[in-house]
Antibody, heavy 121, light 113 residues
Framework: EVELVESGGGLVQPGGSLRLSCAAS????????MSWARQAPGKGLEWVAD????????YYVDSVKGRFSISRDNARNSLYLQMNSLRSDDTAVYYC??????????????WGQGTSVTVSS | DIVVTQSPDSLAVSLGERATIYCKSS????????????LAWYQQKPGQPPKLLIY???TRESGVPDRFSGSGSETDFTLTISSLQAEDVALYYC?????????FGGGTKLEIK
């Protein structure tokens, strides 16, 4: 069974840092583009970042550029999101998402259950 | 960034009736080289992550009931549920994945009348 399991969320003060992890199973993780998306409380969906299968290309939404870093460890079938300089508007549920194999221009076909991040003093 | 606009914001339909949700992209998401529209639809039930329903504007994901269908091209798209079931109560989102920044519509809340 294809599965994505996020961890690492929690409460953090403005300006703080947090590292999210996503454990993938049930598919050839090292052949897929992977992504993070988020959903603020009561709001819609927002793409955050994605990374190529071999970790050679990374893309970010403008609002997190310079603050967030996406990475992966194919040996561990894991995806990460390092979040620095956190702001209150980063408060959201963060989802680990699978994209395609040959291209990042693909639908988000598998979603994890999400991990909640709250930025508040 | 490309703006994706959904309508209506909410919709109440009787069981067994047709539900139609609209999605409009500010620029075309049609790629001439492969003749595909880079548009997907997702369903999100309370407390759950989104679930992919439709991609390439009209291709149903495996396991999605055939009462769900997608249509449209370039900038204007439609998600239709031909005969509403109780389990279809959810939020529905469209998303374009043609441009470098994927963007979602604001969502449509579907309820039973």
């Amino acid at each position: 069974e294809v599965e994505l399991v996020e961890s690492g969320g929690g409460l953090v003060q403005p300006g703080g840092s947090l590292r999210l992890s996503c454990a993938a199973s049930g598919f050839n993780f090292n052949t897929y583009w992977m992504s993070w998306a988020r959903q603020a409380p009561g709001k819609g969906l927002e793409w955050v970042a994605d990374v190529k299968a071999d970790d050679s290309q990374r893309y970010y939404v403008d609002s997190v550029k310079g603050r967030f870093s996406i990475s992966r460890d194919n040996a561990r079938n894991s995806l990460y999101l390092q979040m620095n300089s956190l702001r209150s508007d980063d408060t959201a549920v963060y989802y680990c998402v699978r994209l395609g194999t040959e291209s990042r221009y693909r639908p988000m076909d598998v979603w994890g259950q999400g991990t909640s991040v709250t930025v508040s003093s | 960034d490309i703006v994706v606009t959904q309508s209506p914001d909410s919709l109440a339909v009787s069981l067994g009736e047709r539900a139609t949700i609209y999605c409009k992209s500010s620029q075309s998401v049609f790629y001439k080289d492969n003749k595909k529209n880079y548009l997907a639809w997702y369903q999100q039930k309370p407390g759950q992550p989104p679930k992919l329903l439709i991609y390439w504007a009209s291709t149903r994901e495996s396991g999605v009931p055939d009462r769900f269908s997608g249509s449209g091209s370039e900038t204007d798209f439609t998600l239709t549920i031909s005969s509403l079931q109780a389990e279809d109560v959810a939020l529905y989102y469209c998303q374009q994945y043609y441009y470098d920044t994927p963007t979602f519509g604001g969502g449509t809340k579907l309820e039973i009348k």
